[in-house]
């Protein structure tokens, strides 16, 4: 297994360190300027309508943390299993959390659309893969690395183990819709980009997949065509899988916490969509305290998320542990690398569960018109800038991007994916904003 403590760069610690490989790649993923940004980028809606809800930066924590609870649930769970063996350290599990969500753009998936757009004739952009380019590029930990982590912790990373080209559908072109007349609409079906890597980064997949077999690799990086859509990859590592289960668990736990604190889903529209879609956790509270409710445990529960925010508080602790407890191993035996072979998932039917609390969330609060409103006018406001720093690149850069722009509109998109919310959107008001901007004002 050295091998995949191996680092792009070399590099040692002082004789003096004590922390091991997950330590240090811990330690570089919390002290990026990428993860101080992620306080800027929310995860549903834009910053300014509350300082309640969760921040991309608190998700990624939170992440993080269910990722480490479930590696301590599966070695206390099956302490025998060939797995359990092979499972990451806090460190390294803690930085693939923090880390997962370092790509995502300002405004989301809005955001990622528009620079998916943006980026058509050059080679895409999709958000988990420019997690892949800031950490093996653009970080500032090493010379030519980025952040020059571990090759395990940047296989934990890779999420999709296929090329931006290899997965897209060449039906599928990034367009703006053809209806409307006086303003330029991006298609958002049209527009979505395939879950990969990016193109550029083929050099840096092929160092992390390099201890793999031949027929290992091959099967890891095999994809799946779909009529109509983009292709999919099929697989991932065993850290990955872990993490992703992290996200889905915090996704749909978490998100649902702040639409409901903040009063954008009602309770009855709540209890239709359980529809006694629940028995796994309904039996469990009632196994647990008898004494909670009389006969009713899902009204019960429904009053508790919908209560105080104290019993609410109480009935997410109750939702996570519920299914962080029901995480099982997968094995996959055409594998014969151990960290490709077996993977974890959420077993049924708390899956079933944690589905229904993810579609909710899409339903009433990230598909709503007050939502997507907007995400509409964030989409905008990306193309607009981007295309103004395309069209006259030496006249508005900032100095800093300038001295290291190539022509290349990657480097544009970096620029513009790093942003937060707060500073695409004052960099768009002092381009086009007449009322908006001073000299003296930051970039």
Known sequence: MQ???ARRESWNPQAEDARDIGDVDYARVIHSASFRRLQGKTQILNLGDSDFYRTRLTHSLEVAQIAGGIVRQLAQNCPD???TALL???GTIHAIGCAHDF??????????????????????????GQTLRILARLEKFSARAG????RRTMLGVLKYPAAYGAVRNPAITPALMTGPTTIRVIDPHACKPPKCYLDGEGDVVDWILDPLSPADRDAFTAI????GHHARTRHKSLDCAIMDAADDIAYGVHDLEDAIALGLVTREAFAAALQDK???FLDAMKAKYPGESANDVAAHMIDGLFGDEGTRKRYIGRLVHHFLTAITYVEHPEFAEPLLRYRVAVAQPQRA????????VVDQVITSPEVQHLEFKGQAMVVSVFEALAADPVRLLPRDVQARYDGHPRVLCDTIAAMTDAHLLKTYERLFSPRMGSVFDRL
């Open 3 to 5: 091998y995949w403590n």
């Open 81 to 83: 299993h060939p797995a």
């Open 88 to 90: 990451p350290d806090r």
């Open 103 to 128: 790509g995502h753009p300002p405004f989301g998936h809005g955001g990622e659309i528009a620079l998916n757009y943006c980026m058509r004739d050059h080679d895409g952009f999709e958000g988990n």
């Open 147 to 150: 952040a020059n982590l571990a």
């Open 224 to 227: 799946t065509p779909r009529a």
């Open 278 to 280: 629940c028995p796994s």
């Open 353 to 360: 569960f944690l589905d229904v609390l993810q579609g909710f």
